[in-house]
């Protein structure tokens, strides 16, 4: 693939209505440029085969209860899904092709397995940004049902919600019904690759990190936030020009951010330097 057709697949992927995003797919295009050649094809007809053996575990009955019990034995019984408790922040556990050739994965990424192969069988099946640790619901609102797919499926009780929230974060936050919102395709995927930002910037990889922020402003070209991300990648590398263009926009479109003083005084900085560079 061409070096300017890095992201054309994940953009055609995403740049449609939530209801026409096939996220999935979305995920696999998102990965294509950390895996050259990948076959997206072939995995999403990986996927197709799990839902099969899913649709047959159930004996095609369409109950939610009887279809969960289906998915958590054939992901994690049959064909063995876990999370990645060894090592959580390894970057492929954010590449969904990855996920499923190894059968490991962390909260968001299994939640995403789960719902691909819930829509196959015509599950109600939604993310949720729960602090901390993604998970799944699935149902309606009179029989909502929490599950954990990185801890094999385990149906979460409003008591064992609170558990783990206290252990994520103490006393700082308190049980909210919001923590059980349903996320947007985008912003799962945009969560993904939050994740992935943040383990290649703490490896020092300005190229890599790069290449993630592309990736948020192909989901949201009018985030100042990735704007000015990207600008502090690019002052990294020594891309000026660059730097200078994506902080100027961000003060455009948040001239009163908190750290809007130093942002103003990085522009001049490198306005002296490509002055004296020319």
């Not at 099969?52 to 019984?77: C, D, H, P, W």
């Not at 196959?120 to 797919?149: C, Y």
């Not at 900085?269 to 560079?277: E, F, S």
Request: net charge negative; hydrophobic share 45%; glycine share 8%.
């Amino acid at each position: 693939m061409a070096a300017a057709d890095l992201y054309r697949d994940f953009r055609q992927a995403v740049d449609r209505p939530e209801d026409q995003i096939d996220l999935g797919r979305a995920a696999l295009t998102m990965v294509e440029c950390d895996c050259p050649g990948l076959d997206v094809d072939g995995y999403v007809a990986k996927i197709d085969r799990i839902a099969s053996a899913v649709k047959r575990r159930s004996g095609g009955e369409a109950g939610v209860t009887r279809v969960v019990a289906a998915i958590n034995y054939v992901l994690f019984q049959e064909v063995g899904f876990r999370g990645n408790q060894a090592h959580y922040y390894d970057a492929k556990n954010s590449f969904l092709n990855e996920v499923i050739d190894r059968k490991l994965g962390i909260p968001i990424s299994l939640s995403l397995l789960y719902m691909e192969v819930g829509r196959r069988l015509a599950l109600n099946v939604d993310g949720v940004g729960f602090p901390g640790h993604f998970l799944v619901k699935v149902g309606g609102r009179q029989d909502e049902i929490i599950i954990d797919p990185f801890n094999a499926g385990a149906i979460k009780s409003r008591e064992s919600l609170d558990e783990m929230l206290h252990g994520l974060y103490g006393d700082r936050i308190v049980f909210r019904a919001e923590f059980l919102d349903a996320v947007t395709k985008k912003q799962l995927l945009a969560r993904m690759l939050t994740n992935l930002k943040a383990i290649y910037w703490n490896e020092g990889n300005l190229v890599k990190s790069l290449s993630v922020v592309e990736r948020l402003l192909i989901l949201d070209p009018l985030s100042a936030d990735h704007l000015r991300d990207r600008g502090v990648i690019y002052l990294k590398l020594e891309c000026f020009n660059q730097a200078r263009a994506d902080f100027e926009t961000y003060l455009s479109g948040k001239p009163d951010a908190e750290d809007a003083s130093g942002v103003r005084a990085e522009i001049i900085k490198l306005a002296r330097q490509l002055t004296q560079v020319h």
